[in-house]
């Protein structure tokens, strides 16, 4: 069964901490995406990695960190410097030749400050 | 400066009638156009896609049309049932990187 798997679903950091989200896919897709929501607006991406031990910055990068050693593994590190890290946070994949690059998702994590 | 736009937060409509969806756009780049649905707590999902060169896509009870000139979008769900009441993404891709609109909390009330 294929697809996107997002660990923990909820997941609290304390000020000062790092915390690390999983994503694995077993799709065999190339590329990887991270995505903040916030309540009411859009997906914001975060990172993204279009191959193994590559990747770049989206739109509001600072204060995370990701990492893209496995093609199936992309995991996401939000750092202390992340000042206002509760939001809902979203990873897809897709097929890098597909030029509709039509994104799957995993369930997400919400992540909360104590 | 927000690239996507989808300028109506909610839409209620009642079940058996038309949902019509609406996204604008800002860059005449962008060659894919795409529509997500995405319930509460679950990631979104593909709904259905057009490409820069067409002006309409049909799947089913859901039509996409694409006005170039106007840069708009349009997701158009008929006949609208309560299964539909989600949350419905636009995206724009340029070079295999997506940008995504705020969305719109569709409910379809029986």
């Known amino acids: 069964d294929g697809g996107i798997t997002q660990s923990p679903k909820y997941l609290f950091r304390k000020e000062g901490q790092n915390v690390t989200l999983s994503c694995e896919q077993n799709?065999?897709?190339?590329?990887m995406y991270w995505y903040r929501q916030d309540p009411g607006q859009g997906l914001r991406l975060i990172y993204y990695s279009q191959i193994v031990n590559d990747f770049q910055k989206g739109d509001i990068a600072e204060g995370y960190s990701v990492s893209r050693e496995k093609k199936e593994s992309f995991p996401l590190t939000v750092t202390s410097a992340q000042k206002n890290p509760t939001a809902f946070y979203l990873c897809a994949s897709s097929i890098s030749r597909d030029p509709q690059n039509i994104q799957y998702f995993g369930a997400g994590t919400r992540l909360s400050v104590l | 400066d927000q690239q996507v736009k989808q300028n109506s937060p909610s839409l209620s409509v009642q079940e058996g009638r038309i949902s019509i969806l609406n996204c604008d756009y800002t860059n005449s780049m962008f060659d894919y156009f795409l529509w997500y649905k995405k319930y509460p707590a679950e990631g979104p999902t593909f709904l259905i896609s057009?490409?820069?060169?067409?002006d309409k896509n049909e799947d089913g009870r859901f039509t996409v049309f694409l006005n170039k000139s106007a840069k708009h979008l349009s997701l158009h769900i008929v006949p609208s049932q309560p299964g539909d009441s989600a949350v419905y993404f636009c995206?724009?891709?340029?070079?295999?990187?997506?940008?995504f609109g705020d969305g719109t909390t569709l409910t379809v009330k029986p």
């Open positions: 799709l065999n897709h190339d590329a």
């Open positions: 995206a724009v891709n340029n070079a295999g990187k997506s940008t």
């Open positions: 057009i490409s820069s060169i067409k």
